[in-house]
Nanobody
Framework: QVQLVESGGGLVQTGGSLRLSCAAS????????MAWFRRAPGKEREFVSA????????IYGDSVKGRFTISRDNAKNTVFLQMNSLKPEDTAVYYC????????????????????WGQGTQVTVSS
């Protein structure tokens, strides 16, 4: 069993930055692909970013490319999402997810490819 806990959300003005963290307990994350998703009010959950277990490959949703950066520190069992140049449309609950049976090179980006989820952290960007 893997427990994921997100933190770092909050209220920020347009153009500001936040750094989200996803800490794991119960298992080490070093062999798992990890991702961030988000759900805005009234919308479906949306893929934000993912990183391979090795940290070598990363992918991003089109709406966050160039502004968000995913990283991981396997020694600290933590995954991060650095969010810069935030916009009101980034307002959402952000979820961390783990794929505990990753393939060698493919980076998953669909919800059903991840089997453990955190409870989410709220990010609100004011205009």
């Amino acid at each position: 069993q893997v427990q994921l806990v997100e933190s770092g959300g909050g209220l920020v003005q347009t153009g500001g930055s936040l750094r989200l963290s996803c800490a794991a307990s119960g298992r080490t994350l070093s062999s798992y692909d990890m991702a961030w998703f988000r759900r805005a009010p009234g919308k479906e959950r949306e893929f934000v970013s993912a990183i391979k277990w090795s940290g070598g490959n990363t992918i991003y949703g089109d709406s966050v490319k160039g502004r968000f950066t995913i990283s991981r520190d396997n020694a600290k069992n933590t995954v991060f999402l650095q969010m810069n140049s935030l916009k009101p449309e980034d307002t959402a609950v952000y979820y961390c997810a783990a794929d505990t049976r990753p393939s060698w090179e493919y980076v998953p980006f669909r919800e059903n490819e991840y089997d453990y989820w955190g409870q989410g952290t709220q990010v609100t960007v004011s205009s």
